[in-house]
């Protein structure tokens, strides 16, 4: 079954309003959560490195004051998109690093992702 | 800068071939290789896992190989479907990027019954 959690898998909102989405890490914790979107008939790419309890890394061009991430705990980090644009309309999707143990490093786990319309 | 390569663009197929998807990057130094499965305005759902250390994974009528030296992941399909109509996306996480993920553009399949 999955591990990482994603709501929600579709979401619609109006220009100009704020949409949050969810990305849980359902039986494990994790320090350290990844952000993609997807352009149109693009690869995905990666937006930022969420990491708990303290700011998160964003890539270059990502607009940090637009794209809000919080990983308030071990098994949650939020991405708000502020002021919501047509142009954000997208497939965002969240992975979770899972530690599985000192000497393997992490296995990475991805939600299933969730698409946002911007009326 | 780390990049993900996946050929063909797009694949038409009758139905019951066996096909081969690419995937090539350009850094050895992987942790490991996923390949996804995505639907039209669906999400990603995850078929196979190839940890740096193994050569290959099996399930059903998929098999996916890694042959980090030549920087290369084939994903196998046998006995093609329609319902194996899709995109297909490879994803390599580096051992130097913490978990960070690079996505390849993918390769849009289509099995003709």
């Known amino acids: 079954g999955a591990v990482v959690s994603q709501h929600p898998s579709r979401v619609i909102c109006k220009s100009g309003t704020s949409v949050k989405i969810e990305c849980r890490s359902l039986?494990?914790?994790?320090?350290?959560m990844f952000w993609y979107r997807q352009f149109p008939k693009q690869s995905l790419m990666l937006m930022a490195t969420?990491?708990?309890?303290?700011?998160?890394?964003?890539e270059q061009g990502v607009e940090k004051d637009k794209f809000l991430i919080n990983h308030a705990s071990l098994t949650l980090s939020t991405l708000t998109v502020t002021s919501a644009h047509p142009e954000d309309s997208s497939f965002y999707i969240c992975s979770a690093a899972r530690a599985t143990g000192p000497s393997s490093g992490n296995t990475i786990y991805f939600g299933e992702g969730s698409w946002l319309t911007v009326v | 800068k780390q990049e993900v390569t996946q050929i063909p663009a797009a694949l038409s197929v009758p139905e019951g071939e066996n096909l081969v998807l690419n995937c090539s990057f350009t850094d050895s130094a992987i942790y490991n290789l996923q390949w996804f499965r995505q639907d039209p305005g669906k999400g990603l759902t995850s078929l196979l896992l190839i940890q740096s250390s193994q050569r290959e994974q099996t399930s059903g009528r998929l098999n996916a190989s890694l042959d980090k030296s030549s920087g290369r992941s084939t994903l196998y399909i046998a006995a093609s479907q329609p319902g194996d109509s899709a995109t297909y996306l490879c994803?390599?996480?580096?051992?130097?990027?913490?978990?960070?993920?690079?996505f390849g553009d993918g390769t849009t399949l289509t099995v003709k019954p």
């Open positions: 969420s990491n708990e309890g303290s700011k998160a890394t964003y």
């Open positions: 039986d494990f914790q994790a320090t350290t």
């Open positions: 994803a390599v996480t580096y051992n130097t990027n913490a978990g960070k993920s690079t």
